[in-house]
């Protein structure tokens, strides 16, 4: 019994500290905000590397999303004659949930996997402990531009997210189920409502933050060697996705729970 309790508190220590941790860097990165330097080129191209080479696969995934959610809105729809709600579930489901998700988790599979990467890769070749020879702080110019981005980004390609979401939808509906194309787009803007949009693009900002601060996060804090290297991807990309999910259940409530 003594060991079994040892063992719970030794782990629940070991949670408190990685949370301490993690609000200690969370504290260190936001403070940078305000406080110059400022590297604009690197900032420049995290916009560039999360923002505009994520459009395709952010393009892809929610234009097949939308298909498919037409597609089982209608068959679940067809067993209580309510065909016609498709549009407007469609619709709702996109800009609520699955667009937001969607991308965020897309964001976390291919932008935090590489933000880990890149920088747990400069930890073991000593390239951090360069820039702070150089007086450069590694978290202003690897941290801060890339967090910055990501949360200034993310509504962008939510927004398309949805967009997009939306039109697969629309595409199978008239396509593929006989849906009146003006009806479908009437039915689509008459039910959407603005807090849907803004709490949809408020989403992709803070996931845009979780999935960044996750990956400079884990990086910052890798272990030496290719395995450390190996861990921090994994763990980043795991976290981050945990996170993203937990987020999206707690903004949903602040949001919808009237």
Known sequence: MIRFLASVG??????????????MFVADTVSHLVRPPFYLREFGHALLQIGYFSLPVVGLTALFTGGALALQIYAGGARFSAEAVVPQIVAIGMVRELGPVLVGLMIAARVTSSIAAEIATMKVTEQLDALVTLSTNPMKYLTLPRVLAATLVMPILVAVGDIIGIMGGFVVATERLGFNAASYIQ??????????IISSLAKGAVFGFIAALMGCYFGMNSERGAMGVGRATKGSVVAAAVLILAANFIL???????
């Open 10 to 23: 030794a782990a629940t220590l070991a949670a408190l500290a990685s949370i301490g941790r993690l609000a």
């Open 252 to 258: 949903t409530e602040a949001f919808f729970s009237a």
């Open 187 to 196: 039915n689509t803007v008459n039910f959407l409502e603005p807090l849907d």
